[in-house]
């Protein structure tokens, strides 16, 4: 929402608004799984990443901001009130707080806001509603053909560059990361991709597609 903004334009923009600074080191834990949340944070430096712990100790990535993107927010007006999965600081990080009163109050006053605030949260829960949908998937190369198919059209490129390790990817997609591996040997051997240390190159996108019908 603020990426595109310096921390000395976000403080005069929240000029009317008290908040809170908070200093995390990285992989401090800012917020544990249903725990409360009353208040809307907004990343100042650093990255977060969500991520969902399941009992067999397995990760899922949820999702992951950086410099200028809110969180919490969707939580904080909803019924439950509680965090849903653990947010961890994945870099050193300064998040500002603003309780969840004072932000509506900002939100009735400064309608510029409220609009720019409305957009980010339709764009997040797009996003979200993607995420589901991968996760949905039953088989491993089914997701990671979807991922592909994805990043295509994010990136209008064959060359699929990734933003992430391994380990982080197959956490977003809800896999072992041994699993990930194999699955990305064998979609090689088939001639549907090639990959190397930071890109996949799409070889068959026709074939992703069809992996998705199965």
Not at 50 to 74: A, D, Q, R, Y
């Amino acid at each position: 929402m603020f990426k595109n903004n310096t921390k000395k334009e976000i403080f005069k923009f929240f000029k009317d608004i008290n908040y809170k600074l908070v200093n995390f080191s990285k992989n401090d834990i800012i917020a544990l799984e249903n725990s409360p949340c009353e208040k809307i944070g907004l990343i100042l430096d650093g990255h977060i990443d969500i991520k969902h712990i399941l009992t067999s100790n397995s990760i899922i990535h949820v999702s992951s901001f950086g410099p200028g993107h809110l969180f919490g927010e969707i939580i904080a007006f909803s019924d439950a009130n509680v965090y849903p999965a653990t947010v961890i600081s994945s870099t050193n990080s300064t998040i500002m707080y603003i309780d969840k009163s004072d932000f509506i109050k900002f939100c009735t006053t400064h309608p510029e806001f409220l609009k720019m605030f409305l957009n980010d949260l339709t764009n997040k829960i797009i996003t979200l509603n993607k995420s589901i949908t991968g996760l949905s998937f039953n088989t491993i190369r089914q997701k990671i053909s979807n991922f592909l198919i994805n990043e295509n059209k994010i990136q209008g490129s064959n060359f699929i560059k990734l933003n992430m390790t391994k380990q982080k990817l197959s956490e977003i997609l809800g896999v072992p990361r041994p699993s990930l591996s194999r699955e990305l040997i064998n979609m090689k051997k088939l001639g549907i991709i090639d990959y190397s240390k930071d890109f996949i190159k799409i070889l068959d996108i026709e074939a992703l597609e069809n992996i998705l019908m199965e």
